[in-house]
């Protein structure tokens, strides 16, 4: 271990700092909290709002019921928009909403997922933001799943507080939540009467400045998030962001081609995560517990009102086209063992065969990110 209140440490923050900055693409403020992603949630909505503030918030499915949560426990007046759970927040609904916020007694920010990780769905965030921005609203962004793996511009979108986490698209492990604060964030800081303390971001701001942190920082984990960020680096982030983009696709593809439903609205489906259902009258914990003890293979199933109903495949971070070949493998295999009638290679074929097509040139199986395979595995 390294000492945190030392040199090295100094070096790597200030690095890590830099790095994020470039991905996020940020002037503003990153900071680096020991936590997991919904710490970083709790930390946005404690340092920018304040008591009985009005806050319109649209939930599409687990982590929007989160946000809600924890605006109610901080007693922030959080009305709540839900849209179907697969279905996206759409731009339209957000200025139609905006509508009834007008004036000194409107909402003063708006709260939303950029990735709905437990339904698979992607907000079209970069529209959302241009409608929140033309309404003059405080914009916080819960892109914990998303961020690192699709398209964000921070400011040039214009959003004030964007949460990421260290275990997500970054492919560390988990304990770092990544929050940014716009210089309208800050102003909004000023007037909060929220309670803060270890999630105070203007105390982990004045430590940033010595290069340190407020309290003692998961070291590890800062020191795990530094490797990815160079490995990122060196594969580009318009090229991780086209790899998720094309897996996520061919992913798609190789669903339907077993036979097996999509549960997210395709045009707004997610690059991170795909979620499917599982064949009538099979309990997806079933198909889960299966491909986990015979094919040593982990995916999700549904949270909340989904648990039972669907399968989560998550392919973010690291994550190359073997690795989907392989969960499609044991996928064909966990199918026949529920007495589906699946053809060996089906689901694989048609995996390739999409990727094959989202991609010119065609890839070349196994090498397509051969360090980061490696590295990842190890
Ligand atoms: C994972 C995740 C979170 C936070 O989860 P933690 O377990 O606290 O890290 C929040 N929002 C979304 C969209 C997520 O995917």
New binding site residues.
């Given amino acids: 271990m390294i000492n945190h209140r030392g040199p090295e440490f100094a070096s790597l923050i200030a690095a890590l700092t830099r790095a994020l900055q470039d991905v996020l693409k940020t002037q503003g403020d990153v900071l680096l909290l020991t936590a997991?992603?919904?710490?970083g949630?709790e930390a946005a909505v404690a340092n920018t709002l304040a008591r009985n503030d009005k806050v319109l918030l649209f939930v599409n499915g687990a982590?929007g019921e989160?946000f809600h949560s924890i605006c109610r426990a901080y007693g922030v007046d959080a009305r709540r928009v839900d849209v179907p759970w697969g279905r996206a927040v759409e731009p339209d609904l957000v200025r139609d909403e905006l509508a009834k916020e007008k004036g000194k007694d409107g909402a003063k920010a708006v709260l939303l997922?950029h990735?709905?990780?437990s339904t698979g769905v992607l907000n079209p965030l970069k529209e959302i933001a241009e409608v929140v921005r033309d309404a003059g609203k405080l914009l916080i962004v819960?892109s914990?799943?998303a961020a690192g793996a699709v398209e964000l511009e921070v400011d040039q979108w214009g959003i004030d507080v964007l949460v990421t986490?260290s275990?997500?698209a970054w492919g560390a492990p988990?304990g770092v939540a990544i929050v940014t604060m716009s210089p309208r964030a800050w102003k909004a800081y000023d007037r909060s009467d929220l309670p803060k303390a270890y999630f105070d971001l203007q105390q982990a701001k004045a430590s940033l400045e010595k290069a340190q942190t407020p309290t003692t920082p998961a070291v590890s984990v800062f020191i795990a998030l530094q490797e990815s960020l160079k490995l990122m680096a060196e594969e580009g982030i318009d090229a991780i962001v086209r790899r998720h983009r094309d897996l996520a696709y061919a992913t798609r593809r190789g669903v339907q081609a077993v036979g097996l439903p999509l549960f997210a609205d395709e045009a707004h489906a997610s690059p991170c995560v795909t979620s499917f259902r599982p064949p009538t009258r099979v309990d997806s914990r079933n198909l889960i517990r299966i491909l986990r003890e015979s094919y040593d293979t982990i995916v999700a199933g549904g949270q909340g009102r989904l648990e039972g109903q669907i399968v989560r495949v998550g392919h973010m971070g690291f994550v190359t086209v073997p690795d989907v070949v392989s969960f499609f493998s044991a996928l064909e295999f966990t199918l026949r063992d529920l007495h589906q009638a699946v053809e060996p290679g089906q689901g694989i074929a048609a995996f390739l065969r999409a990727y094959d097509e989202a991609t010119q040139p065609p890839p070349k199986i196994g090498r397509t990110a051969p360090k980061t395979a490696t590295l990842a595995r190890r």
């Fill in positions: 997991s992603g919904s710490g949630m982590f989160r997922q990735g709905e990780t819960d914990v799943s986490a275990q997500k988990p």
